[in-house]
């Protein structure tokens, strides 16, 4: 039904904005506590953009003649922004559960990686898989990010490492981009793992030689749009200086840095990607107290990853110190073979307890600070008028019940709304 505007969410008890001033990010103090309305209501215009939120009774005079597509009495309920997932691996064939049953008796990510498994299992059966069943199992998972609140996910390629399979992972992305609902910021990854047969130097060359000037070439003529470049920099994996040259040659041609960075060893990662201008650096549990305020200073932000460290038993990033230092953290699922979570939720309980965030401070990360940490800040990650009207509805009177319900999220998410349109209701 047409109307003049697309949606009206009525009457909420909190609308949680996040933030109300047009902050790109949320660091330092502004964390303490988030900017909450009580009483409050939403219009979402057809352009998909919000349109206006206040008090219930201000927006239904403001309103009171007009029409709307759909309306939701929100009463007893809260409203929240989309949640930004800030790190995923979402593209990929083969099974890999046997490796956790490994890891459960005592063996390394490393041990596993270096023995043929892990990524490099994972890149042989995407090589074989072909670009439909890819995308079938995509679909799929972006559908449970979906269910479970999130409306912007990052989605990485790298497990092709050769061109080919590369670019088969980007169109699978770019295919999910044009023809999802949920909004994505796509990631080359090509050097997420050192291919069979070359050193680390030999494949960072294939990279800057072969596999970025065809990126290049396709993103001119608007076959595949990529957003970001991503290195996995890890002892026995890429040095920093393979690292250095790839993300440079990546920033070269426009891509924002976004890459994998002291997380098994310190590799001064932290340093490196303040050095180069990095929107993100992801992982850190192994941060320097130097690339901590390198990071702080160059307004680089964290991507921290609980669901890792949470399966490995690696030790925790040090959340604390890097919000203290000023440092904008964000938060990713990790969703890949090794991490399988799909949950921003669950990701921001674990934030919570293991690395001790305070629940304002992980649903900023989980929202206006992983947008930053995709450079969409602009127009995601918060409620504000002119923002994209990606929000979430839950069946609770406190906002606070979506980090606290562990695993609870499938019973209090009652809509997810992409654009001003549901794109699941219970
Ligand atoms: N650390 C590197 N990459 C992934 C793991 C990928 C895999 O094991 O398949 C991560 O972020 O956790
Ligand atoms: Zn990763």
């Not at 039904?1 to 949680?16: K, P, S, Y």
């Not at 949320?26 to 939403?42: F, I, K, P, Q, T």
């Not at 909004?183 to 680390?200: E, F, L, M, N, R």
């Not at 990853?305 to 440092?327: C, F, I, N, S, W």
Request: proline content about 3%; hydrophobic content about 40%.
């Amino acid at each position: 039904m047409a109307g003049d505007h697309r949606l009206l969410l009525e009457n909420a008890r909190q609308v949680v904005l996040v933030c109300a001033r047009g902050e790109r990010f949320l660091a330092r103090d502004a964390l303490r506590s988030l900017a909450v309305l009580e009483g409050a209501s939403l219009v979402v215009g057809t352009d998909g953009l919000i349109k206006a939120i206040g008090p219930a009774d201000v927006i239904q005079e403001q309103f009171s003649e007009e029409t709307f597509e759909e309306r939701i009495d929100c009463s007893g309920k809260c409203i929240l922004p989309g949640l930004v997932d800030a790190h995923t691996h979402p593209v990929w064939a083969g099974e890999r559960v046997h490796e956790f049953a490994m890891k459960l008796a005592g063996a390394t990510y490393m041990e596993i990686h270096q023995a043929g498994g892990g990524i490099n299992f994972t890149v042989e059966r995407t090589r074989q898989a072909s670009e439909e069943e890819l995308f079938g199992s995509l679909q799929q998972r972006l559908q449970c990010m979906m269910r479970a609140g999130t409306t912007l996910v990052e989605c990485k390629s790298g497990y092709g490492l050769n061109l080919e399979t590369e670019l088969k992972m980007l169109r699978v992305i770019e295919r999910a981009r044009r023809q999802m609902a949920v909004g994505i910021s796509a990631t080359y990854c090509g050097a997420h793992s050192v291919p069979k047969g070359k050193t680390a130097t030999e494949a960072a060359d294939d990279i800057i030689n072969n596999h970025l000037p065809k990126l290049k070439e396709l993103g001119r003529n608007g076959q595949i749009h990529v957003d970001n470049i991503d290195v996995f920099c890890e002892k026995g994996v890429f040095d920093l200086d393979s690292t250095r040259r790839i993300l440079q040659g990546g920033k070269d041609i426009g891509l924002q840095i976004n890459f994998h960075g002291d997380e098994l060893h310190p590799m001064k990662a932290a340093e490196l990607g303040a050095e180069l201008g990095a929107r993100a650096i992801s992982h850190l549990e192994e941060v320097s107290d130097e690339g901590i305020a390198a990071m702080a200073t160059a307004g680089c932000s964290a991507v921290l990853l609980p669901t890792t460290a949470y399966m490995l038993r690696l030790k925790q990033p040090r959340a604390r110190k890097m919000l203290d230092e000023g440092v904008i953290v964000a938060l990713g699922s990790d969703f890949n073979p090794n991490a399988y979570c799909f949950s921003m939720p669950m990701v921001m309980h674990l934030a919570c307890v293991n690395m001790r965030m305070s629940m304002p401070e992980a649903l900023a990360a989980a929202t206006i600070n992983a947008a930053y940490a995709l450079g969409k800040s602009h127009t995601h990650g918060s409620l504000e008028v002119g923002k994209q009207g990606d929000l979430i509805i839950i069946n609770s009177s406190r906002w606070e019940h979506l980090i606290y319900q562990f695993g609870g999220h499938n019973e209090l998410i009652e809509y997810v709304i992409a654009k001003g349109k549901a794109v699941y209701k219970k």
